[in-house]
C-alpha cells in the first residue's frame, strides 16, 4: 500500500514539473513572436531619416521643387544674361531637372546673380559662373560660394552639348547650388555626370567671346514669345 502510493506520488511530482517547463516555454514563445511581429512596424516610425531634412556634404539643406513656389514655371520662360559683350538666351528643362530649374529662376528673379561673374573660362571646354563670392573683385575663394543650399542631383538623359547649361557641383552628387557652366563645344565625358537643365537657343557668339571676370550685369526671367 506504502509502495502504491508513493508511486502515486511520484507521478504527481513528474506531471507538476512537466507542466511547468511546458508552461514556460510557451510564454518565452510568445514573448519572442510579439517582439518579432512589432519590429518591422517600429523601425520606419523611429528612424530618423524620415523625420529629418535632408542635407548636403557642407551641412545646408538640399532643397525640393516645394521650396521654390516661385520657380516652377520653367516650360514658359527663358532667362537673358545681359553682359557687356551681348545677351546669352536660355531656356529650360524642367521636365528633366524640376528642382534644378526652379532654383535658377528664383535666384534669377532675386537678382541673386546680377554683378556676379564668369569666374572660370577654359577654351573650348565650359565657361562657369553663378558664385556670389565672385561680386568681390578682393575675394581669393571665388569658385567655393553658393546660395545656402544645395540641389539634390537630377542627373538625366540629356548630353552635354555645345550650349549646354549644366548645374556645376563638388565631389558629392547633392552638391549642387547656385554655381552652373555652359559648354563651348560637346562633352560627352560629362553625360551623367552633371545636372543638365537647359540650353542656349541665342547668343552662342557672346558665350564664344566670354573671357575670365565678364559680368553678368542682370540675368532676367521673361515669357517665351511666340
Given at each position: 500500500?506504502?509502495?502504491?502510493?508513493?508511486?502515486?506520488?511520484?507521478l504527481v511530482?513528474?506531471?507538476?514539473?512537466?507542466?511547468?517547463v511546458?508552461?514556460?516555454c510557451?510564454?518565452?514563445?510568445?514573448k519572442?513572436?510579439?517582439?518579432?511581429?512589432?519590429?518591422?512596424a517600429?523601425?520606419p516610425?523611429?528612424?530618423?531619416q524620415?523625420?529629418?531634412p535632408?542635407?548636403?556634404?557642407?551641412?545646408?539643406?538640399?532643397?525640393t521643387?516645394?521650396?521654390?513656389?516661385?520657380?516652377?514655371d520653367?516650360a514658359k520662360?527663358?532667362?537673358?544674361i545681359k553682359?557687356?559683350?551681348?545677351d546669352?538666351?536660355?531656356?529650360f528643362?524642367?521636365?528633366s531637372?524640376p528642382?534644378?530649374?526652379?532654383s535658377f529662376?528664383?535666384?534669377?528673379?532675386t537678382?541673386?546673380?546680377?554683378?556676379t561673374?564668369?569666374?572660370?573660362?577654359?577654351?573650348?571646354?565650359?565657361?562657369q559662373?553663378?558664385?556670389?563670392?565672385?561680386?568681390?573683385?578682393?575675394?581669393?575663394?571665388?569658385?567655393?560660394?553658393?546660395?545656402?543650399y544645395?540641389?539634390?542631383?537630377?542627373?538625366?538623359?540629356?548630353?552635354?552639348?555645345t550650349?549646354?547649361?549644366?548645374?556645376?557641383?563638388?565631389?558629392?552628387?547633392?552638391?549642387?547650388?547656385s554655381?552652373?557652366?555652359?559648354?563651348?563645344?560637346?562633352q560627352?565625358?560629362?553625360?551623367?555626370?552633371?545636372?543638365?537643365?537647359?540650353?542656349?537657343?541665342?547668343?552662342?557668339?557672346?558665350?564664344?567671346?566670354?573671357?575670365?571676370?565678364?559680368?553678368?550685369?542682370?540675368?532676367?526671367?521673361?515669357?517665351?514669345?511666340?
Amino acid at each position: 500500500m506504502k509502495r502504491k502510493v508513493t508511486v502515486a506520488l511520484v507521478l504527481v511530482l513528474v506531471l507538476t514539473v512537466l507542466a511547468i517547463v511546458i508552461g514556460g516555454c510557451g510564454v518565452s514563445e510568445q514573448k519572442g513572436n510579439e517582439s518579432k511581429s512589432t519590429e518591422p512596424a517600429t523601425s520606419p516610425a523611429s528612424s530618423p531619416q524620415s523625420t529629418s531634412p535632408q542635407v548636403g556634404p557642407d551641412g545646408n539643406p538640399i532643397k525640393t521643387l516645394a521650396d521654390f513656389p516661385d520657380g516652377q514655371d520653367g516650360a514658359k520662360v527663358e532667362a537673358v544674361i545681359k553682359t557687356d559683350k551681348g545677351d546669352i538666351v536660355l531656356r529650360f528643362f524642367p521636365d528633366s531637372a524640376p528642382v534644378t530649374v526652379a532654383s535658377f529662376l528664383h535666384l534669377a528673379r532675386t537678382g541673386f546673380f546680377n554683378g556676379t561673374t564668369f569666374h572660370r573660362v577654359v577654351p573650348g571646354f565650359v565657361i562657369q559662373g553663378g558664385d556670389p563670392k565672385s561680386k568681390d573683385p578682393k575675394a581669393t575663394d571665388v569658385g567655393t560660394g553658393g546660395p545656402g543650399y544645395n540641389l539634390p542631383a537630377e542627373f538625366n538623359n540629356r548630353p552635354h552639348v555645345t550650349g549646354t547649361l549644366s548645374m556645376a557641383r563638388g565631389g558629392d552628387p547633392n552638391s549642387g547650388g547656385s554655381q552652373f557652366f555652359i559648354c563651348l563645344a560637346d562633352q560627352p565625358s560629362l553625360n551623367g555626370q552633371y545636372t543638365v537643365f537647359g540650353q542656349v537657343v541665342s547668343g552662342m557668339d557672346v558665350v564664344n567671346q566670354v573671357t575670365q571676370g565678364t559680368v553678368m550685369q542682370e540675368v532676367t526671367i521673361r515669357p517665351i514669345s511666340g
